[in-house]
């Protein structure tokens, strides 16, 4: 018989039989015998709190590393040790999923303009700092590209477009839609890497007429659109590579519904609101 078990028979009868008597009879030592009661009782303690973030996960669709679960849990009013929360989140397999790195390949182009954003991440006010870029989505159809502009301010998706090819319209339908749904002024900066798109005569020709100034990374230097890259690591792993995409659809329907979830729901670590929450406050 296993000790584990043993100590199990003693617990059970521990109310009917004397306790030394028992491991005497089991030939197990007492002080074994209340570690493994002690180790039950922190199991016990730890089952509220690890109900609680099991819920959080279901909440953010199991996206949430320790720091946002601890987030998460004070606004409902209960505050542990960040260090507990990650030790409850391990003990109980709760941890978020593990984000991928994804291989950038930069295009040559007409046009090339100076890196005004300079890896300066920060944005004093909305609409004044935007980065963009273009990833790909595998689909049982396809290949679905995927175009979006990010706000450096608050961090949310001020605009999305998807398209089945890869050219220069599928960015300046992107920049189209984002001119027509935010105020852009001349303050405005679009930062992007040297993608052939981007470099386009067309693309010039967009943000000259809409008093845009064009930002660009350095050849070779992904971190200079991070921010961008950052997003799309975020969407794939906790969205695209969680499920069997069969068809473009399908790709645009989880694209919508991850997008509404990360601007509107998707606590930040950083300054503990959601993207729109805090677009919002600088609004009011």
Same mark, same amino acid.
């Given at each position: 018989?296993?000790?584990?078990? #043993?100590?199990? $028979?003693?617990?059970?009868?521990?109310?009917?039989? &004397?306790?030394?008597?028992?491991?005497?009879? +089991?030939?197990?030592?007492?002080?074994?015998?209340?570690?493994?009661?002690?180790?039950?009782?922190? %199991?016990?303690?730890?089952?509220?709190?690890?109900?609680?973030?099991?819920?959080?996960?279901?909440?953010?669709?199991?996206?949430?590393?320790?720091?946002?679960?601890?987030?998460? !849990?004070?606004? #409902?009013?209960?505050? /542990?040790?960040?260090?507990?929360?990650?030790?409850?989140?391990?003990?109980?397999? %709760?941890? @978020? $999923?593990? =984000? =991928?790195?994804?291989?950038?390949?930069?295009?040559?182009? !007409? /046009?090339?303009?100076?890196?005004?954003?300079?890896?300066?991440?920060?944005?004093?006010?909305?609409?004044? #700092?935007?980065?963009?870029?273009? @990833?790909?989505?595998?689909?049982?159809?396809?290949?679905?590209?995927?175009?979006?502009? =990010?706000?450096?301010?608050?961090?949310?998706? $001020?605009?999305?477009?998807?398209?089945?090819?890869?050219?220069?319209?599928? $960015?300046?339908?992107?920049?189209?839609?984002?001119?027509? #749904?935010?105020?852009?002024?001349?303050?405005?900066?679009?930062? @992007?890497?040297?993608?052939?798109?981007?470099?386009?005569?067309?693309?010039?020709?967009?943000?000259? =007429?809409?008093?845009?100034? &064009?930002?660009?990374?350095?050849?070779?230097?992904?971190?200079?659109?991070?921010?961008?890259?950052?997003?799309?690591?975020? !969407?794939?792993?906790?969205?695209?590579?969680?499920?069997?995409?069969? @068809? +473009?659809?399908?790709?645009?329907? %989880?694209?919508?519904?991850?997008? +509404?979830?990360?601007?509107?729901?998707?606590?930040?670590?950083?300054?503990?609101?959601? &993207?729109?929450?805090?677009?919002?406050?600088?609004?009011?």
């Amino acid at each position: 018989m296993k000790i584990s078990v #043993k100590y199990k $028979v003693i617990y059970r009868h521990r109310k009917e039989y &004397p306790i030394s008597e028992m491991c005497r009879f +089991f030939e197990v030592s007492r002080s074994g015998y209340y570690g493994y009661v002690s180790r039950m009782d922190t %199991l016990a303690k730890d089952l509220p709190l690890a109900e609680k973030i099991r819920e959080c996960q279901a909440e953010s669709r199991n996206t949430y590393g320790y720091r946002r679960v601890c987030i998460w !849990l004070e606004r #409902k009013g209960i505050h /542990h040790n960040p260090k507990t929360i990650l030790r409850v989140m391990n003990k109980y397999n %709760l941890l @978020s $999923v593990i =984000r =991928r790195k994804r291989y950038v390949r930069y295009g040559e182009g !007409l /046009h090339k303009y100076p890196n005004l954003l300079n890896r300066d991440f920060t944005a004093e006010c909305p609409n004044q #700092k935007w980065v963009t870029d273009i @990833s790909y989505i595998s689909t049982g159809q396809g290949t679905l590209y995927l175009s979006i502009i =990010r706000d450096l301010y608050d961090n949310s998706i $001020v605009i999305y477009k998807t398209a089945t090819n890869q050219n220069v319209n599928l $960015v300046l339908n992107t920049i189209k839609a984002a001119k027509k #749904k935010e105020k852009v002024t001349a303050e405005l900066q679009l930062h @992007s890497d040297q993608g052939a798109q981007y470099a386009s005569e067309a693309y010039f020709e967009l943000t000259q =007429r809409y008093g845009i100034t &064009p930002s660009m990374s350095r050849r070779g230097n992904p971190y200079d659109n991070a921010l961008a890259e950052n997003f799309f690591s975020i !969407l794939k792993t906790e969205c695209i590579y969680r499920t069997k995409i069969n @068809s +473009f659809a399908e790709a645009r329907a %989880l694209i919508d519904d991850y997008i +509404f979830f990360y601007n509107h729901q998707r606590i930040q670590s950083k300054t503990k609101l959601t &993207p729109l929450e805090l677009r919002r406050q600088f609004a009011a």
